[in-house]
């Protein structure tokens, strides 16, 4: 019997078993099963097939009129029977990603305190800072890998949401088991509530957080600290996933643990990857090379600069020094194009500025700022990414610049949820005559091009953590090196249907992710076993283990436990 159909044994029986979300088969509980865990009449007597109870779950979630509901019907779906909710997952990410994620995840986040009904995962708030260990020591735990966390301060380009925040470690972990195959018992979905200065959630008599302004400064850090601290003792080598931290804490965070446990931060290292994966496709298409590339980043934050430092790693690995690599950036923020002599510059932003003399001359608008559109007429930019979540920030012009000064210009709106792009691919193929290579971050319709329907690529992290998790989960990988996310950009780049003809997309399709996550993680687990961080794995082994580690959802027969 292989290990997805070994029976598992289980104490729990009537209600308590069909309360539990990672036991409950509600109508699939076969009859041996209600004579051995006392269903009978507790549920209707027809013995349901996981594809027949997929069906259901599909016919109901559309006669839903929005997708908030229909996000708070599968949120639903997963607190009472996890199996149920990612065999509808699997089987329909095009449909589901949608709902599940990103856009509609943001108007989860939003409303969490009215959609709240069920435990799932966990809330660690400053005032309970001294239970730390207490909390994470239930037993519920002890299988735990895999970690998602947030503070709720940046969630997608939506600000700060509190404990609301708590929709985004869902959602990713609901991609980590989806589209990674990690076994969803192996994940958690951790809020640090810390307060918050949303003053509408400060107001709201429904917030179901701690009603607090955000703490900042040393007390902030102290329970950062005791919370990494916690998590080592707990679990030696989980796979710790920062998400959504502001941008004056993401990159601080990242370079005060990366070296002490095995962790990444999703928007500063994941988005990183997927950018420059999708770039490396790009270049398939234009033809330009990766050393005469230009690269226009607008919002340089913890994305952007995150996005700038492995295209810079690429562009030296292709033979540029790191000056003549550093010069072809251009990193515009809210005063405008980052130049060496700005005040108030982040430690992380420093790399990516540009000399002052190179710049000379550059404002063609405002006097006191090189604006965006001032740099894409003078540097001319082959690529203009926006990671900025400053929604129409690629204005007619700013588009059109590009397209004058490039046959294939490269534009990625990169920001989430939809509301937030930097410009629609409707306006970029019009703006560009069609010419553009075009990425988003959220889910777009279709393309009309040449009387047919051209799907828009998304170019979101969710094509790298899923792969990364597993790769690194499945080799034991003790750290998540920057190495790997190149490894994880040039799989992408390799998987790119644009590689056989120019005319296809850059990236495979949101259905294939799981494909895509399969690629990525043999490219992350090489990399670990190159790296040498892959204790007593061999090359032959690591595609054995990267099957063994993919759970794919569907019953397992159950047992009952003698007590
Ligand atoms: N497609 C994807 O996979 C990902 C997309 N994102 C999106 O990117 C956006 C930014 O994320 P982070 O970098 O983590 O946030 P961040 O807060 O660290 O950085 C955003 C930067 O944009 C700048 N900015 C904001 N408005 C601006 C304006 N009007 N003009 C110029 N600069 C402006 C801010 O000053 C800041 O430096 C969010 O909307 C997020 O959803 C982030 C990660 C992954
Ligand atoms: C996709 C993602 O991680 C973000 O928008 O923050
Ligand atoms: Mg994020």
Request: hydrophobic share 45%; with cysteine.
């Amino acid at each position: 019997m292989s290990e997805a159909t070994a029976p598992m044994a289980t104490a729990l029986s009537g209600y308590e078993l069909l309360a539990d979300p990672q036991l409950n088969k509600g109508t699939a509980f076969s009859e041996a099963e209600r004579d051995a865990f006392h269903l009978h009449g507790l549920l209707p007597p027809h013995v349901s097939t996981l594809d027949e109870q997929i069906s259901r779950a599909l016919q109901s979630l559309r006669q839903f009129e929005t997708d908030l509901e229909r996000y708070a019907f599968l949120r639903e779906l997963q607190d009472t029977n996890e199996t149920l909710f990612y065999a509808t997952l699997v089987a329909n990410l095009e449909e589901l990603l949608p709902i599940v994620y990103t856009p509609t995840v943001g108007a989860g986040c939003q409303q969490f305190s009215r959609l709240y009904h069920k435990p799932r995962g966990l809330f660690l708030s400053i005032p309970h800072r001294s239970r730390l260990d207490q909390i994470l020591a239930h037993p519920r735990f002890d299988g735990v890998e895999a970690i998602v966390v947030t503070d709720g301060e940046r969630i997608l380009g939506l600000g700060d949401q509190g404990a609301g925040g708590m929709g985004i470690p869902i959602g990713k972990l609901a991609l980590y088991s989806g589209c990674g195959g990690l076994h969803p018992a192996t994940t958690l979905p951790i809020l640090l509530d810390v307060g918050t200065d949303n003053a509408e959630c400060l107001a709201d008599p429904l917030y179901v957080g701690w009603r607090h302004a955000r703490v900042r400064g040393q007390e902030y850090d102290d329970f950062i600290e005791a919370f990494v601290s916690a998590v080592i003792r707990r679990w030696p080598r989980v796979l710790l996933q920062w998400e959504d931290f502001a941008k004056t804490n993401a990159t601080r965070l990242l370079e005060l643990y990366r070296d002490r446990l095995c962790t990444f931060n999703d928007d500063v290292q994941g988005t990183a990857a997927v950018a420059t994966g999708t770039l490396l496709a790009a270049i398939n298409v234009t033809g330009v090379p990766l050393v005469e590339q230009r690269v226009a980043v607008f919002g340089a934050g913890s994305a952007g600069c995150g996005i700038a430092r492995l295209i810079h790693t690429a562009m030296c690995d292709a033979g540029l020094s790191e000056s003549e690599a550093t010069a072809r950036f251009f990193m515009v923020d809210r005063d405008g194009l980052l130049i060496e002599d700005m005040p108030g510059l982040a430690p992380f932003q420093i790399p990516f500025v540009q000399k002052r003399p190179a710049v000379d001359g550059w404002t063609l608008g405002r006097p006191d700022r090189i604006e965006l559109l001032d740099v894409v007429r003078n540097a001319r930019p082959t690529v203009l990414i926006g990671v900025s979540g400053e929604a129409g920030a690629f204005s007619e012009p700013v588009v059109r610049a590009m397209a004058q000064c490039n046959e294939r210009p490269v534009i990625f709106p990169l920001s989430n949820p939809t509301s937030r792009a930097e410009a629609t691919p409707a306006d970029i193929e019009v703006w560009t005559d069609g010419r553009a290579l075009v990425g988003v971050g959220s889910p777009f319709p279709p393309l009309l091009r040449d009387g047919a329907r051209f799907r828009v690529d998304q170019t979101n992290n969710s094509y790298v953590f899923p792969g990364v998790g597993l790769g690194v989960l499945a080799v034991g990988a003790s750290r998540v090196t920057d190495g790997m996310f190149m490894a994880a950009a040039k799989a992408l780049a390799d998987a790119s249907p644009a590689r056989d003809n120019p005319r296809h997309n850059l990236l495979p399709p949101v259905s294939a992710l799981r494909e895509v996550a399969a690629q990525v993680a043999l490219a992350v687990a090489m990399q670990a076993h190159r790296d040498g961080d892959a204790p007593d794995v061999a090359v032959d082994q690591i595609q054995q283990r990267l099957r063994a580690k993919v759970w794919t959802p569907r019953y397992v027969p159950l047992t009952a436990k003698e007590t």
